[in-house]
């Protein structure tokens, strides 16, 4: 029979993210707190009779080759081979896409992710989460964390991590409607790469003492983005007139955190309909861990 898993992908959101310097090969050191959100992408996985890997769904921009899904997929698959001698069974997967490109959502992260964690069920491949979040680095810098799978501060390019407390919460995201590339914001001569760099506790000590809706930080990525991608700008602007607004990852959605969903639902209700604006929940670990 050909089993068929039905597996979510969530959203993150970089609470915080702080550059600290830059490594000799030109990428970026980080400090960021990293949070799962009730919101993301499907993924449906279905074994063939032969050995090959496909992508079921078209995405534009996106061709099979290159998707992070396939590629994720391919990874596994041909070290499953050198450990056992022998190629796993193929997989169609099908891609229930919500999350938008370029959004700072890690959404092509998050879907290779699920794929590795997925396959590794699917093809009893008993790889350990270490050893997955390894194989998974090389294709993004946040596949490691959605692998992870719960809370974390994280250092390096994003790939040591640290478990922390998830605060108990909801958020309002906006979609500005632009795709921010990455590499456009990390590559900016205006980009400050020199934030101090602060302690674990620091960042803990913060959420236990709040005593206002203020995150703690900032993002540094947030201003060159702003100055590049005007929506973004005008995103910031519109949900900080009630609360602490911020960018996620290198954009473009920008976020604010509320205490309940009433109050999400307020913002909600006021929000310009340009936008494609929604509200998640905080997670305490991802939904798939439960599943496998
Ligand atoms: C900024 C974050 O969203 C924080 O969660 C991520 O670190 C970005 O991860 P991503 O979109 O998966 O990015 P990658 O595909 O790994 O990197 C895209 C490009 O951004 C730049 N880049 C990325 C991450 C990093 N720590 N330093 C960098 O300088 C590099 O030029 C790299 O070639
Ligand atoms: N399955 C996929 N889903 C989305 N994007 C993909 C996928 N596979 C490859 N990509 C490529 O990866 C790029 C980044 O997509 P992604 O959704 O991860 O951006 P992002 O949310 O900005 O990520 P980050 O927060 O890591 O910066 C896309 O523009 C696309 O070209």
Redesign the pocket.
């Known amino acids: 029979m050909n089993v068929l898993l039905n597996c979510p992908a969530p ?2 959101l ?1 609470l915080f993210l702080h550059v600290t310097g830059r490594r000799a090969d030109g990428y970026h050191l980080l400090q960021t707190v990293f949070q799962l959100v009730d919101h993301g ?1 499907t993924l449906h996985f279905t074994l063939r009779d032969d050995t090959a890997l496909r ?1 079921v769904t078209d ?1 534009a ?2 061709p099979e080759e ?6 994720a997929a391919r990874l596994l698959q041909a070290e499953v081979q050198r450990r056992t001698g022998a190629l796993p069974r193929g997989v169609d997967i099908a ?1 229930d ?1 919500v ?14 992710a699920t794929t590795l964690m997925a396959l590794n069920a699917l093809w009893q491949a008993g790889l350990s989460q270490q050893e997955l979040m390894a194989l998974g680095l090389p294709l ?3 596949i490691p964390f959605f692998i992870f799978g719960q809370t974390a501060f994280a250092e390096g390019v994003g790939e040591d991590l640290q478990a922390v407390a998830a605060p108990e919460c909801w958020y309002i995201v906006i979609e500005p409607g632009v ?4 590499p456009a914001i990390f590559s900016s001569e205006r980009l400050t790469r020199d934030t101090p760099v602060i302690k674990i506790t620091d960042f803990s000590s913060h959420l236990e003492n709040q005593n206002d809706s203020k995150g703690y930080g900032r993002n540094d990525l947030q201003q060159v983005a702003m100055e590049l991608f005007p929506p973004v700008a005008e995103a910031v602007e519109w949900l900080s007139a009630d609360g602490d607004a911020r960018m ?6 920008v976020f604010r955190a509320v205490a309940t969903e009433a109050e999400a639902d307020a913002v909600l209700a006021k929000a310009p309909t340009k936008w494609k604006v929604w509200k998640a929940r905080a997670l305490k670990q991802h939904p798939i861990i439960d599943m496998l």
Do not use: E, H
Not at 99 to 110: I, R
Not at 248 to 253: D, E, L, M, Q
């Open positions: 959203a993150k970089n992408d992508r995405m921009g996106v290159s998707d992070l899904v396939i590629r891609i896409k999350l938008p490109m370029g959004g700072g959502l890690g959404g092509g992260s998050s879907d290779a993004g810098a946040d795709q921010v590339p990455t996620t990852g290198s954009g473009a959605c």
